[in-house]
């Protein structure tokens, strides 16, 4: 199967949907603007998630506008940029409506310029539209405008839209399930930054700074051909492995600190999401082994949860058993107080320690889409379960303790911030977990450091 094949696929996936709820209708989905950063200066392009999903197509300024009959029948028009040998010369080369068709696999394809009269045009007649609901002002503004040009046709027997749905939560549903191209280019990525975290810790001395192991990690993503981090890379040392978003900063790494980082490429639109946690000076102290192998065995006992027919939570219930038992075990949470583990996890007293969840779908984006709940019809948010795993999902399993100094803390344990992470492709049986390739036994990153 080419590529363009599989985002046809999609495509006419989606018009099934559209016409089995609708009977049809006409859905528009745009790619991400382009954002200035200063002056004449831009942020790294970045194309929509959804759009490239249904299209395979990455350039900024465009739209795809599926046009979707009663029974079925897609019929594809895609807006894009065009030619112009002169923007050519600084902004690089466009593909343009004429060579789109061929390339992409749409029956249509026009300048850009021409999308607010040929949407209005689309958009008579028919009764439904799926477009991303309350996205932005502009896209409201869009919307407006071309509503006006189909009302402006009503005395020619013209029948505006009147039913607006969500497209989101049809292309999310779908994106939450993993196709066998999607998990073949996110083990790659996963590769890729598991060798980054490798460099890193090999690299690794007492003196260096938080910036400089993020440089490896750059060098390591780029010069595997990954396009780009999937989120700004965490590099922490010290004290600041228990702030959970830190940024790679200046920090001096020191002998005797652990040093926390959380980085992943995106490789071909694909994120990946490591996260290890290794002693600047290649040995864990005796405290430091302690809390990193009780974060290890919970790490472990989720994994051993994330198989098909559990619930999206039993990972994260799993995981928190054992670390609440640690933390009773290490006399950080105190048994005297909380009568039992039952107790401990009831009361939220460990969130103290372990302040966020276990899991979270990876994909085209890092916290990726796809409902956490089963869909039940007229139910209330709450009162929907868990979704259930299925093959074809991928989530991240990332159990973690981080111990801040208080009086009532031993102090053995003060800034001591532990976070294992690993990228875990739900199977018929399991889970496959394809950000191995950087060791996560203490042991073996001992070894690692000291080869
Ligand atoms: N790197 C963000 C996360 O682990 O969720
Ligand atoms: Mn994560
Ligand atoms: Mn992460």
Redesign the pocket.
Known sequence: MNKTNIYQQRRIALAKQISSKTGGGIAVVSTAPELTRNRDSEFPYRHDSDFYYLSGFEEPGATLVLKVAANGALETHLFCRPKDPEREIWDGIRLGPEAAPEKLGVEFAHSNHELDQKVGELLADQDAVYIRLAESAEADRRLRHWMKQVRGQARAGVNPPSEFHDVEAFIHEMRLFKDAHEIDIMRKAAAISARAHIRAMQICKPGMREYQLEAELLHEFRNSGAQSVA?NS?VAGGENTCIL?YRAGSTELRNGELCLI?A?CELDGYAS?I?RTFPVNGKFSGPQRTLYDITLAAQEAAVAMTKPGNTFMQPHEAALRVLTQGLLDEKLLKLADLGSLDNAIESGAYRRFYMHRTS?WLGMD??DVGSYRETIENADQADKPWRILQSGMVI?V?PGLYVRPADDVDQAFWNIGIRI?DDAVVNDSGCELISRGAPVKADEIEALMKS
Do not use: F, L, M, R
């Open positions: 989120y965490i978003h959380d992943g999401d996260t979270h890092v916290h991240t990332e992470e």
